[in-house]
């Protein structure tokens, strides 16, 4: 008996290590994932007990036992076993998966819309907010009706060509602020869908080098003419050499990863400036555009905001800097100056709106797809949540949440553009 017992163990586990090697295969990343293992092996226990038993709240254990896992492992107890998988998953496939339905929805960041909207995204007084966040839930609302998105000033528009142009928009303040020229050499570290690399090659002839973790990304992105090199930016250090010294560096939506929540230190910020540092000629410009948490993230009301909170921190990885000045202290210590710093926040809600109605406009998911990345990923289902829309759920969306003031007048985050000039070596 007791011998069957192990034999039907054994086999369990080669039938899921199997399965999840075969899934594996099939994503883009096409990494093992130990998390995923050991949830994978709850999964078919749960179902073993569904059979015997025939109750199937047991469905719910291995949910519970990644919640317990992130907790316990994770937040508690700070070990980090496969650090950026979910990262890695989250951009090679599931935001691939979803660009497959929709191309509009590839920039990964927002745009500049004032010029667009004709609404000032810096003010921010309660009238200002009150009229923008009105109009978001509306639109939000509105697109699971198929109601035609509207402007602040109620006429339609077209939200692909808001999503595109106002791209457009922030690469030619991006352009300005920063002066590219033909001569400048210019580094973008955790460059998305390239189209930022492409705008500054075609319309200042700029040199410009591109990297980013996420090996699909790379791979476009030499397919596309551009230098680009595959790097953490934990390990910007070991590249120095081989990247030599730029003009301008641009780090768009992408340091919110910088830091690994727990594990990290704030100094973290410290010696990826002093690498920023080293990389820049004298008199360089670094412009980063990077969320960062107001408040605690404003839980301190209990509601659900802790399951917004808990599936955006757990389906991203990373963890902001604290607003306002986290990042901008270790300036002057690397030798770096502000010179412009803006709080974007709105222009980052709007975006996020835009992009949720172009999600819905087109609704086709592949189940199977994602249901295969989640076998391979560690935390998939909380990627899924965080940036997938539902009906009748605003203000249980997490990726929006972060952005939505709340009735005490509290904003999860904010959002900041700041420009960096070198004024000496180190
Ligand atoms: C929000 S997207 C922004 C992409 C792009 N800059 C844009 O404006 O569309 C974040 C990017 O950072 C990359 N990334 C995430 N973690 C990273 C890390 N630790 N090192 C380097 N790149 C990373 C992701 O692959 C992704 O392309």
């Not at 939200?159 to 602020?177: F, L, M, P, R, S």
């Not at 699909?216 to 390990?235: L, P, T």
Request: hydrophobic residues 35%; charged residues 20%; proline residues 2%.
């Amino acid at each position: 008996m007791r011998n069957n017992n192990k034999s039907l163990i054994f086999l369990i586990i080669i039938v899921v290590l199997i399965i999840q090697i075969f899934s594996t295969y099939l994503t883009n990343t096409k990494k093992f994932s130990i998390q995923a293992f050991l949830r994978n092996l709850v999964w078919a226990y749960a179902f073993y007990q569904i059979y015997y038993t025939k109750n199937i709240l047991w469905l719910l254990f291995p949910i519970l036992f990644n919640f317990l896992y992130n907790y316990i492992i994770r937040y508690k107890l700070n070990i980090i076993i496969e650090p950026y998988l979910t990262t890695e998953y989250l951009y090679n496939d599931f935001f691939e998966y979803v660009i497959e339905n929709n191309k509009n929805l590839n920039y990964y960041t927002e745009g500049s819309y004032e010029k667009l909207l004709n609404i000032n995204t810096m003010d921010l007084s309660d009238k200002n907010i009150n009229k923008i966040m009105n109009w978001g839930e509306k639109q939000y609302n509105n697109s699971f009706n198929n109601l035609s998105p509207v402007d602040l000033d109620n006429k339609t528009i077209n939200t692909d060509y808001i999503a595109h142009q106002g791209q457009k928009d922030k690469y030619e303040w991006i352009v300005k602020n920063l002066n590219i020229n033909k001569n400048s050499r210019v580094l973008e570290l955790g460059f998305g869908k390239l189209d930022l690399m492409k705008y500054i090659r075609a319309n200042t002839g700029a040199k410009i080098v591109g990297c980013n973790l996420c090996i699909e990304h790379v791979i476009d992105a030499i397919n596309n003419g551009f230098e680009a090199h595959q790097v953490d930016h934990k390990h910007l250090k070991n590249y120095i050499n081989k990247l030599g010294k730029f003009d301008i560096i641009i780090t768009n939506g992408t340091l919110e990863y910088l830091k690994i929540g727990g594990g990290d230190k704030e100094e973290i910020y410290d010696d990826f400036m002093k690498n920023i540092n080293i990389l820049l000629n004298k008199g360089g410009k670094w412009y980063t555009t990077t969320i960062h948490y107001n408040n605690n993230f404003c839980l301190n009301t209990f509601d659900l905001n802790k399951y917004n909170y808990y599936n955006l921190a757990l389906g991203n990885e990373g963890c902001y800097p604290v607003f306002p000045n986290e990042l901008t202290k270790f300036a002057k210590k690397n030798n770096l100056k502000v010179v412009k710093q803006e709080n974007r926040w709105l222009d980052y809600y709007i975006y996020s709106i835009i992009w949720f109605c172009g999600c819905i406009k087109n609704r086709k998911t592949n189940i199977f797809k994602h249901l295969n990345a989640y076998i391979a990923a560690p935390n998939y289902l909380e990627s899924y949540l965080c940036y997938t829309p539902f009906k009748n759920l605003y203000y249980y969306q997490p990726w929006l949440w972060q952005f939505i003031q709340n009735k005490n007048g509290c904003v999860p985050t904010y959002h900041q553009w700041i420009i960096f000039e070198k004024i000496n070596h180190l």
